[in-house]
């Protein structure tokens, strides 16, 4: 049962193929999450993820040691870059090498203040589809949509113009060579 539980999520992707609605796709915990940033991984090589990336104060330090560490390396591996709006946080030093514009898989970011952005879910787009994330209660969702994709990225694109020359370094968070 639990087996089943955990494949369920693909299974029911693979079973709407080729539908003209969106497929969505649920994953909680710890496994879950890592489930769901493995998802259609070698599908990003060489491309570009944007979104709207949450602090840290909401995040299992579990979840940072088992998914969002070896996802950050398996990006750098795949050449997988990240752009997007993220909150100035010292805490986010164990992030820091990727924010390094020479590192492969790295996050260019722009980091706002705790008072205007403290988001705890990260909502991502990519080609075909957008990841949301919930911190506290480690649940994921992404739900396969072209359309839904090209909306978030066009209101991500909106806003990086319009901060262009704004929040590109950190304040709290130091970088290091």
Known sequence: ????????PELTALQRKG????????FEGVEGLRRAYEYK????KGKEITGFFARLDEVDPQVQVEVFMPWNEAKAELGINVRGFTV???KMKDY????????????VAKFLPESIYSADCSIEAFEWGVRIVIMKSKQAIIIESYELAKALSE???LLWA?????YD???KLRIEK
């Open 41 to 44: 991984l070698k599908d990003f």
């Open 169 to 171: 370094k950190p304040e």
């Open 96 to 107: 820091a090498k990727f924010f390094d514009q020479n590192h492969p898989g790295k996050i």
């Open 155 to 157: 209101i991500h694109e």
């Open 162 to 166: 319009k901060t262009k020359g704004e």
């Open 19 to 26: 539908s003209e609605k969106p497929n969505v796709l649920y």
């Open 88 to 90: 100035d946080d010292p």
């Open 1 to 8: 049962v639990h087996e089943a539980k955990r494949v369920l």
